[in-house]
């Protein structure tokens, strides 16, 4: 079982002697914070945890400072499923789901619809994004056509989540050298990982995942990261959003019901702006030194 201190962590591991890189992925709290808010079915609620382990692993194959994003769309049972990871490990998604949803392939979950997987660097540089259609049994399948198809990457992944936490395998065959020494690497370690059941994902830490499948192999283990979950929400940007609906329609609003009430989709977290809070708001698009408003 895991330890405290193998909780909400990502782990690296590199094989010695072959072009193969590896990470694994454990969430409890971070998790159960992110999901425990929405009453997600059970089936919603799996898949979700299953990006969120998902999009940790591939943030971390990334050297950038910014934001990666997953999100598939259709026109299923869940016709929307985002995750957000950032460069500092951050985490926080959501989903949108129809009433009935019942265990099915991922093409019927989420319907005819695509997979984007989107890359926001900071400081100005270029913002990529690379859209499939969605196809596989499950997400993980998804993910490794995807990075088949818009990376030329060979990336094999395993992911596994229930209501208390969510874990993740990767292996990624990186370009290999002219000293490499072990060309078959990458064909036994992936034989080897498609032997891991979703409960020893889940149970087992990195190490012990490691261990359990490669232990006859020469494997570097790195320390292990926190993970959180943390949303980028705040009242200024909020405001932002007021401001661009425009005074009058916010005016409407307040003479209907006296205070706008906006709640955060990812978080909960609830914003309310009475009707001079409102004119703060759009004096200050004007006032740029004028202080936001505290409550």
Same mark, same amino acid.
């Given at each position: 079982?895991?330890?405290?201190?193998?909780?909400?962590?990502?782990?690296?591991?590199?094989?010695?002697?072959?072009?193969?890189?590896?990470?694994?992925?454990?969430?409890?709290?971070?998790?159960?914070?992110?999901?425990?808010?929405?009453?997600?079915?059970?089936?919603?609620?799996?898949?979700?945890?299953?990006?969120?382990?998902?999009?940790?692993?591939?943030?971390?194959?990334?050297?950038?400072?910014?934001?990666?994003?997953?999100?598939?769309?259709?026109?299923?049972?869940?016709?929307?499923?985002?995750?957000?990871?950032? /460069? &500092?490990?951050?985490?926080?998604?959501?989903?949108?789901?129809? +009433? @009935?949803? #019942?265990? $099915?392939? !991922?093409?019927?979950?989420?319907?005819?619809?695509?997979?984007?997987?989107?890359?926001?660097?900071?400081?100005?540089?270029?913002?990529?994004?690379?859209?499939?259609?969605?196809?596989?049994?499950?997400?993980?399948?998804?993910?490794?056509?995807?990075?088949?198809? /818009? &990376?030329?990457?060979?990336?094999?992944?395993?992911?596994?989540? +229930? @209501?208390? #936490?969510? $874990?993740? !395998?990767?292996?990624?065959?990186?370009?290999?050298?002219?000293?490499?020494?072990?060309?078959?690497?990458?064909?036994?370690?992936?034989?080897?990982?498609?032997?891991?059941?979703?409960?020893?994902?889940?149970?087992?830490?990195?190490?012990?995942?490691?261990?359990?499948?490669?232990?006859?192999?020469?494997?570097?283990?790195?320390?292990?990261?926190?993970?959180?979950?943390?949303?980028?929400?705040?009242?200024?940007?909020?405001?932002?959003?007021?401001?661009?609906?425009?005074?009058?329609?916010?005016?409407?609003?307040?003479?209907?019901?006296?205070?706008?009430?906006?709640?955060?989709?990812?978080?909960?977290?609830?914003?309310?702006?009475?009707?001079?809070?409102?004119?703060?708001?759009?004096?200050?698009?004007?006032?740029?030194?004028?202080?936001?408003?505290?409550?």
């Amino acid at each position: 079982m895991l330890r405290d201190h193998e909780r909400d962590t990502l782990q690296r591991f590199l094989f010695d002697h072959a072009p193969v890189r590896g990470e694994g992925v454990h969430l409890d709290t971070s998790w159960r914070v992110l999901s425990e808010h929405h009453g997600y079915p059970p089936v919603v609620r799996d898949l979700l945890g299953e990006m969120m382990a998902a999009s940790a692993l591939l943030a971390s194959t990334l050297k950038f400072d910014g934001r990666l994003t997953i999100q598939a769309q259709g026109d299923g049972h869940i016709p929307l499923i985002i995750m957000e990871a950032t /460069s &500092e490990r951050t985490l926080r998604g959501l989903a949108h789901w129809r +009433d @009935n949803v #019942q265990p $099915a392939p !991922l093409a019927e979950l989420l319907g005819k619809g695509y997979l984007a997987i989107t890359i926001e660097p900071r400081q100005g540089r270029e913002r990529y994004q690379g859209i499939v259609g969605i196809e596989g049994d499950t997400l993980a399948e998804c993910l490794q056509n995807y990075l088949l198809q /818009s &990376e030329q990457l060979d990336t094999h992944i395993w992911l596994a989540a +229930d @209501n208390y #936490q969510a $874990a993740g !395998l990767l292996l990624q065959k990186m370009p290999e050298q002219d000293q490499v020494e072990d060309h078959d690497c990458w064909n036994r370690v992936v034989h080897l990982a498609n032997t891991i059941t979703p409960r020893e994902l889940l149970e087992l830490p990195t190490a012990g995942i490691v261990h359990r499948l490669f232990h006859e192999e020469d494997v570097r283990l790195f320390d292990s990261l926190p993970i959180s979950f943390r949303c980028s929400c705040s009242r200024e940007r909020v405001a932002d959003m007021l401001r661009n609906f425009g005074i009058d329609e916010v005016h409407k609003l307040l003479d209907e019901q006296n205070t706008v009430e906006v709640t955060c989709e990812y978080c909960n977290q609830p914003y309310a702006f009475d009707r001079v809070d409102a004119e703060q708001v759009f004096a200050a698009a004007h006032s740029p030194d004028t202080p936001p408003t505290q409550h």
